[in-house]
């Protein structure tokens, strides 16, 4: 099972609840996907869950993993086509 990290931007200015996209997301995905600490070294991939577009949060600690944006409502909807199509 694939293990996935979730980062979270400061919060300074988010356009819509990123806790809530992130439940949302995680339900969606329950049983196929380990949801697990971003701090956890054997991550698969990571989920940057961003507040806005500028999408500030520091992922210089997922050098060489794969990273998935999401900034707004809309792109968990993408996200989870993405990465169920690829399953």
Known sequence: ??????????????????????????????????FVSPHDKAIDLVLAIEGCKTCCADLSAFEGKP???????EDAGKFLQKILDQR
């Open 1 to 34: 099972m694939l293990k996935v990290g979730i980062k979270y931007c400061g919060g300074c200015n988010p356009g819509y609840d990123r806790v809530a996209l992130s439940d949302y997301i995680k339900k969606s995905l329950h049983g196929r996907f380990d």
């Open 67 to 73: 990273i998935h944006f999401i900034s707004q409502i």
